[in-house]
């Protein structure tokens, strides 16, 4: 079984620009989750999908960023216009069920940006 | 808000030493407590969590809801258990809550 994929494993671009992070959950997995970690600091939540809808988005940091999950397949996270604090490898997760046995998280390799 | 805590950024053990890793949370409530590890190039992935009382290539962690406490134990560390630990809470109460809050880690370093 594929675990979850991220697309590109490495990002660099400069100030202003827009970057797009693509998330594949594990098949059948409803639950999709986006973390990230910035230099120095813990991993953070961002947003949860449950399906295509936003469950929690609390964590997302400002309007810059945009997350969609069209279909409830795969997920994209946008970044429009990339600011260098962005900077940060930023992690998708999914999980089977919320609550009970199955509530176990299964994490992609990550997306390490770069903003210059 | 919930928050968890890992005092220690770096842990070095001598192979065969005994390692505990640890976690303390703070939350009023009934948490689930996780361990992630993340091995050299490899992803983040769950080494054991609370509810199932399991004990995972010899580690152990025992909830002490008194302490808010969740270490990880191994009484005899390998150089293969080398990695970055994170300890993560899920406050699993329904809508909202099941993101993880994750400690900043702990890089573990076994010495031969």
């Known amino acids: 079984e594929a675990g979850v994929t991220q697309f590109p494993s490495h990002s660099v671009i400069e100030k202003g620009q827009t970057v797009t992070l693509r998330c594949d959950p594990i098949?059948?997995?409803?639950?999709l989750y986006w973390y990230r970690r910035v230099m120095g600091k813990e991993i953070k939540f961002l947003l949860h999908?449950?399906?295509?809808?936003?469950?929690?988005e609390s964590g997302m940091p400002n309007n810059r960023f945009l997350a969609e999950r069209t279909g409830g397949t795969y997920s994209t996270l946008k970044v429009q216009p990339a600011e260098l604090e962005d900077s940060g490898v930023y992690f998708c997760?999914?999980?089977?069920?919320?609550?009970?046995?199955?509530?176990?998280?299964?994490f992609g390799a990550g997306t390490r940006l770069s903003v210059l | 808000a919930q928050r968890v805590t890992q005092p220690e950024k770096l842990l070095s053990v001598f192979k065969g030493a005994p390692v505990e890793l640890k976690c303390n949370y703070s939350?009023?409530?009934?948490?689930?407590l996780f361990w992630y590890v993340q091995y050299s190039r490899q992803r983040l992935q769950l080494l054991l969590r609370?509810?199932s009382r399991e004990s995972i290539k010899g580690f152990t962690a025992d909830l002490n809801k008194g302490e808010t406490s969740f270490h990880l134990k191994k009484p005899f560390a390998q150089e293969e258990d080398s990695a970055m630990y994170y300890c993560?809470?899920?406050?699993?109460?329904?809508?909202?809550?099941?993101?993880?809050?994750f400690g900043k880690g702990t890089l573990l370093t076994v010495n031969p």
């Open positions: 997760a999914s999980s089977q069920e919320v609550g009970g046995a199955k509530n176990i998280q299964y």
């Open positions: 098949s059948g997995h409803d639950n």
């Open positions: 999908f449950v399906k295509e809808s936003k469950q929690d």
């Open positions: 939350y009023s409530g009934s948490p689930e």
């Open positions: 609370h509810i």
């Open positions: 993560a809470l899920s406050l699993n109460s329904g809508g909202s809550n099941y993101k993880l809050t």
